[in-house]
């Protein structure tokens, strides 16, 4: 069988080199073929509980694209969340009908809502709720992007790493505020033509808030609804 038009055709695609690994995309001039070279073309990430942790680490740079994006979509429901979100004043507790421990210095507590009608001292009586009062779904989850590096000042110093909005907008903070549903991205960059190690880790929806309570709104994202 003749294969000699398919070999060609390879060659005009990817170089003579035939190599499409990342490490070999500079040396085929093949870099519009490397997975999340672009904003345009990222790799994507799909997170759908919070709080959630993303972990990258990898090289990026000389015979690799310099530049790597991933665009994070965030598609949380209120249900889905492995933490309690506290109101302002308010700590999370957790009701249990299983007896404390024995060495324990508290007392086991039996709830008697007849009895609890009038204030004592200055305390008033409680109200039980089956469920709490949770942000709506307008709100707010975090974006908190930490450069871990990698502990060599001569490659840590040329790699950036960014945020960016669903418009594609450089975020000018590490930490950003984007809705339930929504997408933002992350941007590795390759500041020197050197093989470049890297070490991030970005949490997504460590807070849930709602729009009043975020205190900084230089954080919050350009709003993008789906």
Request: a negative charge; proline letters at 4%; hydrophobic letters at 35%.
């Amino acid at each position: 069988m003749d294969v000699t038009e398919q070999i060609l055709q390879q060659h005009i695609l990817y170089g003579a080199s035939d190599n499409t690994a990342p490490q070999g995309l500079s040396a085929s001039k093949s870099l519009n073929f490397a997975n999340g070279a672009s904003i345009q073309r990222p790799d994507k990430q799909r997170v759908t509980v919070i709080p959630f942790t993303l972990k990258y680490q990898g090289s990026t740079g000389l015979f690799g694209a310099e530049n790597y994006f991933i665009r994070v979509e965030s598609d949380v429901p209120l249900d889905f969340t492995n933490k309690c979100f506290e109101e302002a004043g308010w700590e999370c507790a957790q009701l249990s009908e299983e007896p404390f421990d024995p060495s324990s210095v508290y007392q086991d507590a039996v709830i008697d809502e007849t009895k609890d009608i009038t204030t004592i001292n200055t305390y008033v009586p409680a109200t039980m709720k089956d469920s709490v009062t949770r942000p709506d779904a307008d709100s707010y989850i975090s974006v908190d992007l930490d450069n871990l590096k990698t502990g060599n000042t001569y490659i840590d110093s040329w790699l950036d790493v960014r945020l960016y909005t669903s418009q594609r907008e450089e975020h000018p903070y590490d930490k950003m505020y984007v809705r339930l549903k929504d997408y933002f991205y992350i941007g590795f960059h390759a500041r020197n033509t050197r093989r470049l190690d890297y070490n991030v880790k970005a949490v997504i929806g460590n807070q849930l808030i709602n729009a009043s309570a975020i205190e900084d709104t230089r954080y919050i994202a350009k709003i993008n609804r789906r």
